[in-house]
Structures are given as structure tokens and as C-alpha cells.
Nanobody, 123 residues
Framework: QVQLVESGGGLVQAGDSLRLSCAAS????????MGWFRQAPGKEREFVAG????????YYADSVKGRFTISRDNTKNTVYLQMSSLKPEDTAVYYC????????????????WGQGTQVTVSS
């Protein structure tokens, strides 16, 4: 079992930056591929970013590429999502998730999920 707790969400203006954190506890954090997903009202949950267990490989949705950066600190059991140049369409609940496989973009591949943190971007 892995427990995930997100933090760092909030209300910001378009163009601002925000950093989300996801703290993990339980099994060995470095064994897991980590991902960030988001779900806007009335929409399906979508992949945002993923990172390999070592941090050497990262993957992004086209909609956030160049604006968001995923990283992890295995000594702190934490994965981060640095979000810059935020847009109103980035408004969503953001979830972090963990898996032991390598299907970074598939939500069904992730076995463990956090509760989510709300990000609201005003225009």
C-alpha cells in the first residue's frame, strides 16, 4: 500500500505559477512510477505528467508541455509538479498517482491515488 497526499493547490491568476507536492508513505517510494492527472468539472480525468522511478524519464501531455515540470525527490518521498504560465483551462482537481509498471499515460495503470488538490486559474 502507498498513501499519497497532495498539497499546494489554490486560486491564482492567469500567467501565475504554482507548485504542487505529493507526499508518499508506505512502500518504498523509489519503486514507483509517479504521475499527475487532472479532472475539470464535467470532463474525464486526463494525464498531465509522469516520471520514472529514478526521475530520468519524464512525459507530458501536449497541453502542458513547456509550461509544467514534473520532478521527484526520492529522499523525501515526494513528487512535484511545477506549473508556470497557468491558463484558465488548467483549472481542475489535480491528482497524483503511483504505479509499478510503465504505462505513464494510462490512468488505469495506476494503483494508488491521492485525494486531489484544487487548482483554480482566474482570467
Amino acid at each position: 500500500q502507498v498513501q499519497l497526499v497532495e498539497s499546494g493547490g489554490g486560486l491564482v491568476q492567469a500567467g501565475d505559477s504554482l507548485r504542487l507536492s505529493c507526499a508518499a508513505s508506505g512502500r518504498t517510494f523509489s519503486n514507483y512510477v509517479m504521475g499527475w492527472f487532472r479532472q475539470a468539472p464535467g470532463k474525464e480525468r486526463e494525464f498531465v505528467a509522469g516520471i520514472s522511478w529514478s526521475g530520468a524519464r519524464t512525459y507530458y501531455a501536449d497541453s502542458v508541455k513547456g509550461r509544467f515540470t514534473i520532478s521527484r525527490d526520492n529522499t523525501k518521498n515526494t513528487v512535484y509538479l511545477q506549473m508556470s504560465s497557468l491558463k484558465p483551462e488548467d483549472t481542475a482537481v489535480y491528482y497524483c498517482a503511483a504505479q509499478v509498471g510503465s504505462s505513464y499515460r494510462a490512468s488505469a495503470a495506476y494503483a494508488y491515488w491521492g485525494q486531489g488538490t484544487q487548482v483554480t486559474v482566474s482570467s
